[in-house]
Structure formats: structure tokens, C-alpha cells
């Protein structure tokens, strides 16, 4: 059984047709993030990648310059996911586009059960121009809503399009609708792929991109003392919501022979065993990136050690 | 000139208003040259030469029956695998049993297993229910067998359940299936998305060729049993068109096959893709280039709606369900009218698979927009399976000129179930509105979607002329069929839904020589007993086909 460490992590960027995932998407595959994606679309779309990172086409398979490939899945979302995996240079991280119909918890569901893939996180983006019409359209309400509810990460999109009290209603009209739910704001795709798709290693070159971005901050903590199962989560839990991810090395007082594997994607919190420290000295390393403008190496101490030293 | 056979008969159903009855049938080639009786053809006799053929004459003729919605892919997966319905099903190589109880459910599955001949074949069986058969689990399954791979799947195929064995022929590592949200390895469980983890394994079993073409075969035998002179493949390449294509040829396109299939492929492929309107275009047509003789793709393509009936994802209007209801959209709505758009423009005949209200209404809206935008008549725009919907729905047909291609079996499996856990008695007795079409003069067909309900038109038009439910109640008693109408909405009807009612759905001169032939007259039995009428077998094209009886 591949341990967590090896499972190539999914990320689902779910919306409403015309909320403009695929420029999202085209925005990430142009970035210098330096990890390898696979990227599966299976909107009712065509494939709608921006041309000049194209290196070839074969069929339904796109494949990029910069070593990331495309394909379009027609139902057999489980036939790509396949071919992808047994591609001969696995890909760092997988994106799946769902369909504009689609509910993203329900193709989240490949991610958290396919073997060899774990579940990042889902990403719904919402056109911020008439996501609120929709909600209340007599064929897609409930469709829409959905998609709010299944989201870890809500991305307000085509900001540009929306003047500032409009924005400021839907934001509003938002946070009703997915209370707790992170929510970040974006125009023409513009996100960091650090925070879409999470930190890709601890190294901080992953985290080019994000300087371009003034909103975000980042911090990162490392301790030498085991942690409390428990006592970490609730303090993890008690995180503002302008943390939107962290990602971490955990080492644990009931099971010290193992590294252990923390992510946070908005609300989704997992912590599951990693490879052993194998003569490693243990020691805990956790990355948190957000909006909160709180965040910094003496905040994040703070909240994980509280009155620990 | 070939010789001309005279068919008589005790009577000669035509479902032709002007000559509804006769006795004698004159058949040159494929086709009829006059129907009437041995003395009012005699002019046709004298000129040419005849042979009379009295082996029908204590037999009905009527024209053969025509199914114009079934899929004979999901039927070639399904067929090799052993049923355990809680119904009874009649297949041409055995008549399943109901089957009741918890108890009675686990023999079955024993006494398959003793019967199986290879002790390796993994054993697959279709039809468990919960409220017939009882919960069961790896554990249950591992007292049919510790050695053969059991796997039962749900009547609604969204659940199955494997034993030991089967886990272990897949290869599956327990922990690596207990990560998934919708699987359940101690209880051997995979529904919803986690079937789609069990059939990643299953499928090289499932779908390999040797497989499919044997349940071809056996859809062959189910299609000519049922009294079929013509089905329509509603979704053709439902699976994979390239894979299916040569299967289907090989499998149907051959000198003993008594039946013509219309192909009508998706509109677009199934799971979304390009949509460039032109391209769209260029594949349907470019389908027809493959016809052969028995097999053809026309001017029919498919579009999807709502989700399935059977599968509880339709899309229901106000006020919703009894139960926590959540229905899919199959195509965006938006994609949808932009699709149906670009085929109306071009001419097209579309189909729209329809559940429930709401996706009859987003096929209605978009019709109503596109004869704002574009009028057409004698467009056949056909709403199909139509589930749940409204009386002014069906008005608005009338009004759109559109046609409904109706699975009326719903109401008979479903009728019950969905009264007490999800519509109410009101709209569950009103599923498959045929009455409220028949009254507002809306060409209405029924078909089966087999495999969702028997390929047995017979036991379709006696559901929609009697609305008998699986527990035995009338479900709707204003919604019923007349017998007559109940006959045509499997016969003219159904001709005209597929657009060929020129060629085939009633008996007169010149359309083609395709008689169904029963041993009993549908209008003297009456519609209580319409599925029990014995077929003798089919006429297809001026050749007689009977039905062998089983051995």
C-alpha cells in the first residue's frame, strides 16, 4: 500500500459553467511553479488550453511545454486517471476540472479512493457576476448550491467585472451561503498555484509565485518536541479563517517511529501516518499560507505551542 | 419477378383506420402488396404468379412490434449474467423466477453456483433488492462460496456486494479499498462512485470481447422473442462506438437476424467534450457512411436531460420528494439548448432522455425557443421515458408539435416504492402520464429501455393499458391506454417516433413485409391479458421467423 507520502494528490476546481475555471487552469499551467500536472477536463467545453503552451496534441491529450499534460475524459473518469497514472514520469499533482453540473464532492470522491491518489482539496470557483441569479434559477439552484457547499476553497472570480459594493454583497451573500468556507478573490485566474494546489514541498523556492501576490503571507514553524494527536487539531481548528492552507511534517508522541503527514486545505484537516524518521532526527515542520494579515512565524508559534516551550 | 406469398390468417390486425381487418396478407420480396382477403387480392393473383401460405391461418398477424428505445450494449453486459430479480423475467433460454425472501435470495445464489461449470467463473448476479431480498453483506457471500468470486448487483445498479473471493480475484488491497468514501470492504460493499473502483477491475472480465459478443447473441435471441421487427438503439456507442461498432455487425448484421436496428448516437459524447457546433454535425452524418443492411444510422441524434428514473437522480419541480431527493443534470442546461440549437438548425430529429418534471421542462423551454427562433414542423422532437410530469407539460407538447417515447414499466417496479418513499400516491400514480398524451393527441410510443424493463412489447402495452402495479394495484386509472392505443404506441406510433412510419408500424400496401405473429388476438383477450399472448414468431422482410420453444 503506497503510504500517503507517494499518493499523488487530486485538487478539483468545480464551478458552474462559465465561472471561468479553465482560465484558472491555463493560468497555473503557465506559471513557474515547477511542479509537473496533469490536468483532466471533463467540461462540456472543448479543451480550451491557451495555445502557446501547447507542444503537441494526440487525440484527446494535450501535452505542454512545460512537461504537463491535458486530456479531456468522456465519463471514464477512472480510465484517465489510470493512464495518468501509469504515464512514465508520474505528474507531481493531478487537476481535475469537473464539469459545470457537476457536484465536485462526488468526483472528490476519486481522489479520496483511488488507489494511488489522495484528495487534495476542492477548489469551487464562482462567477461573482451572476452566481446569485443562478442560485435561484429554477433549473440549476440546487446545483449551484451544491457546489458552494462541496467547496474547501471558494474563489470569487472576474472581480474586474464588479464594482466594489457589488463585490462586497456577494461576498456577503457568500459567506451566508458556505459559512466558514475560505474564500479568496481573483480576476483572470490570477492565483498562486501554492495556494490552489498547496505548498509543493517546504523548500520556500515553491513559493515564487506568491510574491507577485501582496495579500498572501506565509510563515513556517519547526519544533524538536512531539505534539499531542488531539491538541494539535484543536489548535489547528482554532486558525483564523485567513489561513487557507498549511501542510506539515508531524512528529507525534503516540506513534514517535513515524513522520506524519499533515494537510489543511480550508476546513479539511487530515493528519495520517508517513514514512519512519529511518535515524532522522524527528522533528515537526509545518507551512501555512493565507490572507490573514496576522500571519508570521511568531503568530504561527504562538498558536501551535500556546503555553508549550 | 419474385413469386408472391398470400399469408392468411384468422385475422389480420393492420392498425390502419381504413382497413383495420382483413384476412389474407400478399407479401413479393420485402415487401406487402395488398392486405384485404384471398378474393379482393385476386386481380394482383391472376397477374402473377402466387403460392398461398395458410400456416398462420389460425394465427393473428399484426404488424411487427417495434421498440424504439433500447440499448443492446448495456443488454450484451447484462444478459451473460444470472438474474435474481425480484420479478419475473422471460428470457429465451429460461424463465426467471421471482424471487422473494432473504432466504429464497441466498438459494438462488447457491443453486447457481452448484450449477456453474467452471469452479473459477467469477459469478455475477443482477436484481438484489433490499425490500425483497434483505441486506448482504461479504459475509453472506462468503457462505455461497469461499472460492468463486460472487458478485451481486443491485436491481438500480448503484450498489454491488463481493465476497472474499472476488476481493481477491480484483487484486484489491483491503486498506487501499477502505480509503474510498464509498466503499465498504468489511461489508464488501461499492456504490456510487466506488462502483466505478469495482468495475475498473470487472470490465476485462465484463466487456471482453468474447463476452460481449455472446451477450449480443443472446440480445439477438431476446429482441426476436420479444416479437421485435425493429428496436432503436437510443445511445449508440453508449460505451465506446469504436469498441461496439464491429460487435454490433458482426453480432446482428447476419442473414438470420429478424430485426433492423435504428442507430441514434449521442448528440454529443456522453461525458461533455467539444462541442464545436460544425463538428458536431460532420460526426453524425459522417456515421451513416457505416450503415449496412440491418444496421443504420439517419437524421436522429440524443440529448440527455435530467438524470435516471431508476437511479433516483431526476430533477424534480416543486414541491420535490419525500425523501432527501438530489437529481443531476446530465447536460448544462446551457449546453444543452446550444446543442440542440445547432442540431434543430441543421434538420435534425432529436430525442431528449427526460426523468423527471424539471428536465421535461428544460427540453420544453428550449423546443419553444427554438420554433420562436426557427418554426419547424413535423420535427419529431420526442421527450423519452417522461417519469414525472405536469398535465400542462403535455398540453405544451401538444402545442411544440412534440412527440413522447414513454417507458411505462416504471409505473408498474416503481409505481409502489416511489408512492411511499419518494413522489406521494398523487404523482406516483401519474408517472408515465399516457393517458393525459393520448387525450391531448401527442403521437405517443412506450418503450423498455431495456435493459430497465423486459423487451417484451407485449407486457408494455398490457402496463399501459392497465397501470398494474408489481403489488397489484391500478396506479392511476385515468392515465391508462385504451387496448387499441396501448397497440399502436407499440406498432405506428413507435414507427413514427423513429420517423419511419412510411416503411414499417402498420400493414398496407407497399410498406415492408414485418408481422409480428400471436396465437391469440390482442382485441378479443383483452388488455388484462395482453402479456400473456404466446408469439409464434416474427416475419421480417417477407421471411418467416418462428421462435423456437425452449428445450
Redesign the interface.
Known amino acids: 500500500?503506497p503510504s500517503t507520502a507517494a499518493r499523488i494528490p487530486v485538487t478539483v476546481i468545480g464551478g458552474?459553467?462559465?465561472a471561468g475555471k479553465t482560465t484558472l487552469i491555463n493560468h497555473l499551467l503557465a506559471g513557474g511553479h515547477g511542479r509537473r500536472l496533469a490536468v483532466l477536463v471533463?467540461?462540456?467545453?472543448?479543451?480550451d488550453i491557451d495555445a502557446k503552451l501547447i507542444a503537441a496534441h494526440d487525440g484527446?491529450t494535450i501535452s505542454l511545454a512545460n512537461g504537463c499534460v491535458c486530456c479531456?475524459?468522456?465519463?471514464?473518469?477512472?480510465d484517465a486517471l489510470?493512464k495518468v497514472l501509469a504515464m512514465p514520469a508520474a505528474p507531481d499533482q493531478i487537476v481535475i476540472e469537473a464539469?459545470?453540473?457537476a457536484?465536485p464532492a462526488?468526483i472528490a470522491?476519486?481522489g479520496?479512493?483511488?488507489?494511488g491518489l489522495r484528495l487534495d482539496g476542492i477548489v469551487t470557483v464562482v462567477d461573482g457576476e451572476s452566481v446569485r441569479a443562478r442560485a435561484d434559477d429554477?433549473?440549476?439552484a440546487?446545483?449551484v448550491r451544491?457546489q458552494l457547499a462541496a467547496a474547501d476553497l471558494l474563489v470569487l472570480h472576474k472581480t474586474d467585472l464588479l464594482a466594489e459594493e457589488q463585490q462586497t454583497a456577494v461576498r456577503h451573500w457568500l459567506r451566508q451561503q458556505a459559512p466558514g468556507t475560505r474564500l479568496l478573490a481573483a480576476s483572470f485566474g490570477d492565483l498562486p498555484a501554492a495556494v490552489l494546489l498547496g505548498q509543493g514541498s517546504f523548500s520556500s523556492r515553491q513559493y515564487d509565485d506568491l510574491a507577485a501576490h501582496d495579500i498572501y503571507r506565509t510563515a513556517s514553524f519547526q519544533f524538536s518536541g512531539p505534539f499531542d494527536r488531539e491538541c494539535l487539531a484543536a489548535r489547528i481548528k482554532a486558525w483564523p479563517a485567513g489561513v487557507l492552507r498549511a501542510k506539515g511534517l508531524v512528529y507525534l508522541d503516540d506513534d514517535p517511529g513515524h513522520a506524519h503527514i499533515l494537510q489543511l486545505v480550508g476546513r479539511r484537516y487530515s493528519l495520517e501516518q508517513g514514512p519512519a524518521w529511518n535515524g532522522e532526527t524527528p522533528a515537526s515542520r509545518i507551512v501555512v499560507i493565507g490572507t490573514d494579515p496576522d500571519i508570521d512565524p511568531k503568530w504561527l508559534r504562538g498558536s501551535l505551542l500556546q503555553n508549550r516551550q | 419477378m419474385e413469386e408472391i406469398t398470400v399469408y392468411t390468417a384468422r385475422a389480420v390486425r393492420t392498425m390502419e383506420p381504413s382497413l383495420p381487418l382483413a384476412t389474407a396478407v400478399a407479401v413479393r420480396g420485402d415487401q406487402i402488396i395488398e392486405v384485404g382477403s384471398l378474393e379482393s387480392m385476386q386481380p394482383w393473383l391472376q397477374a402473377h404468379p402466387h403460392t398461398i401460405d395458410d400456416r398462420f391461418a389460425e394465427h393473428v398477424i399484426m404488424p411487427g412490434f417495434i421498440d424504439p428505445h433500447l440499448h443492446p450494449s448495456m443488454a450484451a453486459l447484462l444478459l451473460p449474467m444470472h438474474f435474481t430479480t425480484a420479478l419475473e423475467w422471460k428470457l429465451p433460454w429460461q424463465d426467471v423466477p421471482s424471487t422473494r425472501g432473504h432466504n429464497e435470495f441466498l438459494d438462488r445464489l447457491k443453486a447457481i453456483d452448484l450449477e456453474m461449470e467452471d469452479p473459477d467463473e467469477p459469478l455475477f448476479a443482477w436484481g438484489h433488492h433490499p425490500i425483497w431480498h434483505g441486506e448482504v453483506y461479504r459475509q453472506t457471500l462468503n457462505g455461497i462460496s469461499t472460492t468463486r468470486p460472487v458478485i451481486v448487483w443491485h436491481r438500480g445498479f448503484h450498489t454491488l456486494v463481493v465476497n472474499d473471493a472476488t476481493v481477491e480475484w480484483m487484486g484489491l488491497d483491503e486498506a487501499e479499498g477502505e480509503r474510498h468514501p464509498q466503499v465498504n470492504m468489511a461489508e464488501g460493499r461499492f456504490f456510487e462512485t466506488g462502483l466505478s473502483l469495482a468495475f475498473r477491475y470487472f470490465n476485462k472480465f465484463t466487456l471482453a470481447p468474447k463476452r460481449f459478443a455472446d451477450g449480443l447473441e443472446r440480445l439477438r435471441q431476446v429482441v426476436h422473442h420479444g416479437g421485435h421487427t425493429t428496436i432503436g438503439d437510443m445511445a449508440a456507442g453508449m460505451f465506446d462506438l469504436e469498441m461496439e461498432w464491429p460487435a454490433l455487425v458482426k453480432a446482428l448484421e447476419r442473414d438470420d437476424t429478424p430485426f433492423r436496428v435504428q442507430m441514434i448516437p449521442p448528440a454529443m459524447p456522453l461525458g461533455g467534450g467539444k462541442k464545436e457546433g460544425a463538428k458536431l454535425i460532420d460526426r453524425a452524418v459522417g456515421l451513416r457512411e457505416r450503415n449496412t443492411h440491418r444496421l443504420r444510422f439517419y437524421d436522429h441524434v440524443k440529448l440527455f436531460a435530467d438524470g435516471g428514473f431508476y437511479a433516483g437522480l431526476m430533477q424534480l419541480g416543486p414541491p420535490g420528494a419525500i425523501d432527501a431527493h438530489h437529481g443531476e443534470w446530465m447536460t448544462p442546461p446551457e449546453t444543452f439548448e446550444e446543442v440542440a440549437r445547432t442540431f434543430w438548425n441543421e434538420g435534425f430529429r432529436i430525442h431528449v432522455h427526460c426523468s423527471g418534471d424539471l428536465g421535461v421542462e428544460l427540453a420544453l423551454d428550449t423546443l419553444e425557443k427554438l420554433q420562436w427562433e426557427r418554426p419547424r414542423f413535423n420535427h419529431r422532437f420526442t421527450i423519452e421515458h417522461f417519469g414525472v410530469s405536469t398535465p400542462e407539460q403535455v398540453r405544451r407538447m401538444a402545442d411544440l408539435g412534440a412527440c413522447a417515447s414513454v417507458n411505462i414499466y416504471y409505473v408498474h417496479e416503481l409505481g409502489d416504492a416511489y408512492w411511499k418513499h419518494k413522489l406521494g400516491h398523487e404523482r406516483a400514480s401519474q408517472m408515465s402520464r399516457l393517458g393525459t398524451l393520448a387525450r391531448h393527441n401527442v403521437p405517443t410510443a412506450v418503450h423498455t429501455d431495456f435493459t430497465m424493463a423486459p423487451a417484451l412489447p407485449l407486457n408494455s402495452a398490457w402496463v399501459a393499458a392497465t397501470r398494474i402495479s408489481e403489488a397489484g394495484h391500478v396506479m392511476g386509472a385515468e392515465e391508462r391506454l385504451s387496448l387499441d392505443q396501448a397497440m399502436r404506441a407499440i406498432t405506428t406510433e413507435a414507427a413514427y417516433v423513429l420517423g419511419l412510419e412510411h416503411e414499417i408500424g402498420s400493414i398496407r400496401a407497399g410498406k415492408k413485409a414485418d408481422f409480428t405473429i400471436l396465437q391469440q388476438d390482442p382485441y378479443e383477450v383483452g388488455a388484462e391479458n395482453l402479456r400473456e399472448i404466446p408469439i409464434w414468431g416474427t416475419v421480417f422482410e417477407g421471411r418467416p421467423f418462428p421462435i423456437k420453444p425452449l428445450k
Not at chain 1, 471533463?42 to 479543451?47: K, L, P, R, S, V
Not at chain 1, 479531456?72 to 477512472?78: E, R, S, V
Open positions: 500500500m458552474y459553467l462559465g471533463n467540461d462540456f467545453g472543448a479543451i484527446d479531456t475524459i468522456a465519463d471514464a473518469l477512472g489510470d464539469s459545470g453540473v457536484n462526488k470522491m476519486y479520496q479512493g483511488w488507489p429554477k433549473f440549476v440546487a446545483t451544491q
